[in-house]
Every structure is written in structure tokens, then in C-alpha cells.
């Protein structure tokens, strides 16, 4: 359990009032943009077996779009009251170590994960329901793992919490997007200049697979994969915690919002790989979800070491603690994504069978080992006496 205590000396204090102000406009407007995009999402799903566009995506996939964009409008609209009540002058509701019943919420994930593998193949079952199943297996070991690793911590700033979510969904996300899809089309310029006859036999056969026969190509993807991806998504991924630092957070304050934002990330992350995945006949679901609780853990634990590190060193004048925590965040990320290249899409490419076995194997050892590595560094940070948990 954490101890709230805040040093004898160290006064507490709430962020300005123009920061709410921004705050408040901001989380309205993303609000409307993913409640609009539920709303139009439902409506698209009648038409969908009408329209040759919409018809290619499952109403299964449709239905996860809606509970997505629902989710995240919540998340703002929670954000955009609490700014609401701040700028008015109303009191902030601080409820330390709140929502207790959440860390039982884990008991769900086993019956959601049975269930989603039991009706995967139904077509009885109705595609809102087993989007429902898919949403909550993902969401739920998110949520769990948020609140374990948060402890009196979770309530004491519902407000600012829910912003990283926000922010995250709304800028974080859209930013690494953008930033990775301009180096991918680099990259495949490169492959184009360094490889061209094997670019014009794809052309010319009209099989775009034939590409990956090129060993420039396969080596450019791991490229991208392994080692772009890790560092743009770690670099950006607690983008709201930066905005925060001017405001002197203390490095409790650091490790909340950058838990956060790691969840936040996780969560969008995952569902829109599940979007992916609805949309491919036969997909192993309860494969494609089990292989999510590594990526979960890995971008909550990350999102709260680079947060409680930046915060640390913005405080203490020592940049070599956020450069460190980059590095073990991008190794551990890079090294989890080597694993899904090797086993998974490597063979794919290479025309051989997947590792499957070796892959559960290698997870499992990285899983635990991140698992232990982020419950020791936790409890460090949230047992620390000596230090003033912030208002902002």
C-alpha cells in the first residue's frame, strides 16, 4: 500500500488556470470526434453489406471500432468535467487509492478469454457480443495492471488521468502514426532504389507477395520493426508527461502519468490490431490475445519508468536517468518485437512454418522477467515516504 505522505515543507499546488482552460476546449472537441466516430460507426453498420468498402471490413471489426471511440470519448469527457470544475472553482475530487474492487477485475479476463475462444467460430452468437468479449479481454488486463501498479495513487488526479488517455488517443498515437508511416515510405523507396528488378518482377507478375522473396526487403522490414518502431514508439509514447514537466512534477507525479500513458497506448494499440485481426477469416483469437498481455505490461511499465525518470531529472538537474530509462525501454521493446519478427513473420515471408512453440517460450522468459523487473521498481516508487505527490 502507498503512503500519501508529503514532506514536512514541500508545498502542494493545482496548475494554472490557462492549462485548464486549454484542457477543457482540447478533451471537449476530442470528445465530440470519437463520439461522432461511434455514432457514425453504428450507422455505418446496416450499410455495410451494401457498400463494397464497408463490406470488406467484418461487423465484428465495426462493432470494436464503436466501443473504442466510446471508451476514449468517456475518457475525455471525465477530462473535460474535471477542467470544467477546476476553471469554475469548484473543489478537485481527490480520492486516494480508490476503485479497491479494480484490482479483483483480473478474475474477468479468464472468463472473457474462454468465452471469446468458445464463440469465435459462432454464427449465432451476435457480432456486438463477441466484440464486447474481444474489447473486454484487452481492456481488462490494462485496466488491472494500471490500478495494481498505481496503489493509493489511482483517484488522487481522475482528472489528469483521464487527460493522458486522452492525449494519448488524440495526439500521442496519431503523431507516432504519422512519423512511422514517413519513414516506411523511405524505406520502401530505399528497397525500390537498392532492389529494383526484384520491385519491377512484382510488378509485372501483379503479386504483391513476390516482393518478399527480396532478402533487401526482408532486411529493411526487420529494420523497421525491430529497431524504428521501438524507439519512435518510446520516444513518444509518454508525450503528455513532457508537457508536465515544466510544472515541476515530482517523480511520483512522473511515474502516474507515464503509467498512464503507457495504458492508454497499450489499449489503443491493441484494439487496433484487433480491428485488424476482425477482419481475417480464422483468426486465433485467444493466440492474438494472450500475445497482448506482453505488450500490455511492456508499454504500462515503460510508460511509467521513462515518466518517473524524466520527472526525476528534470527535478534533479540529471538527464542521464531519462537517456537510461529510453534505452532499457527501447531494448526491451526491441527485443520483444525480434521475437515476433523471428517466429512469426520471418517464416511467413520465408515460406517456412511458423515457431509457434519457440515464440510461447521466448514471450513467456521476457514476460516474467519484465513482470518482476516492474514489480520491484513499483514498489520503489510508490512506497518512497520522503516524497510530495503534486497536484497538477
Not at 532478402?215 to 529494420?223: D, K, S, V
Not at 515503460?302 to 526525476?312: D, E, N, R, V
Not at 511467413?348 to 518482476?372: C, P, W
Amino acid at each position: 500500500m502507498i503512503n500519501n505522505f508529503i514532506e514536512p515543507g514541500i508545498s502542494t499546488r493545482t496548475s494554472p488556470k490557462w492549462l485548464h482552460t486549454l484542457n477543457l476546449v482540447w478533451n471537449g472537441l476530442t470528445f465530440m470526434a470519437f463520439a461522432s466516430l461511434a455514432l457514425l460507426t453504428l450507422r455505418a453498420l446496416p450499410e455495410s453489406g451494401l457498400n463494397p468498402y464497408l463490406g470488406q471490413v467484418s461487423n465484428r471489426g465495426l462493432f470494436l471500432c464503436v466501443y473504442i471511440s466510446g471508451f476514449f470519448a468517456l475518457m475525455a469527457l471525465i477530462a473535460f468535467i474535471d477542467s470544467l470544475r477546476r476553471i469554475t472553482g469548484k473543489k478537485k475530487t481527490n480520492r486516494p487509492g480508490s476503485w479497491r474492487w479494480l484490482k479483483y477485475s483480473i478474475v474477468l479476463f479468464p472468463i472473457a478469454l474462454y468465452l471469446t475462444w468458445a464463440w469465435e467460430a459462432s454464427v449465432i452468437l451476435p457480432h456486438w457480443i463477441f466484440a464486447i468479449l474481444v474489447f473486454l479481454s484487452i481492456l481488462i488486463p490494462v485496466v488491472w495492471i494500471s490500478r495494481m501498479a498505481s496503489g493509493n495513487m489511482w483517484g488522487m488526479h481522475p482528472g489528469r488521468d483521464a487527460s493522458m488517455f486522452s492525449f494519448s488517443a488524440s495526439v500521442s498515437v496519431p503523431f507516432m502514426v504519422v512519423i512511422q508511416g514517413l519513414v516506411a515510405v523511405v524505406l520502401f523507396e530505399l528497397w525500390i532504389i537498392t532492389d529494383y528488378s526484384a520491385f519491377m518482377a512484382a510488378v509485372n507478375s501483379l503479386n504483391p507477395e513476390q516482393m518478399f522473396q527480396s532478402p533487401m526487403l526482408i532486411f529493411l522490414l526487420f529494420c523497421f520493426l525491430v529497431v524504428i518502431v521501438p524507439i519512435i514508439e518510446e520516444l513518444f509514447k509518454t508525450l503528455a508527461v513532457w508537457l508536465l514537466l515544466g510544472m515541476d512534477i515530482t517523480p511520483k507525479g512522473g511515474y502516474q502519468a507515464g503509467l498512464m500513458s503507457g495504458a492508454a497506448f497499450a489499449l489503443m494499440e491493441g484494439a487496433l490490431y484487433a480491428l485488424q485481426s476482425a477482419s481475417v477469416v480464422g483468426n486465433a483469437w485467444v493466440f492474438f490475445i494472450l500475445g497482448r498481455l506482453g505488450g500490455t505490461l511492456i508499454h504500462i511499465s515503460s510508460g511509467a519508468l521513462i515518466g518517473w525518470a524524466l520527472a526525476t531529472a528534470w527535478r534533479e538537474k540529471e538527464p542521464l536517468k531519462a537517456v537510461l530509462a529510453y534505452l532499457i525501454a527501447m531494448v526491451v521493446h526491441a527485443l520483444w518485437n525480434l521475437i515476433v519478427f523471428s517466429t512469426q513473420i520471418a517464416p511467413i515471408f520465408l515460406g517456412t512454418d511458423t515457431k509457434d512453440e519457440l515464440a510461447i517460450v521466448m514471450m513467456g522468459i521476457v514476460f516474467l522477467s519484465v513482470a518482476v523487473g516492474f514489480v520491484l521498481f513499483a514498489r520503489h516508487v510508490v512506497h518512497n515516504r520522503g516524497e510530495a505527490v503534486a497536484h497538477v
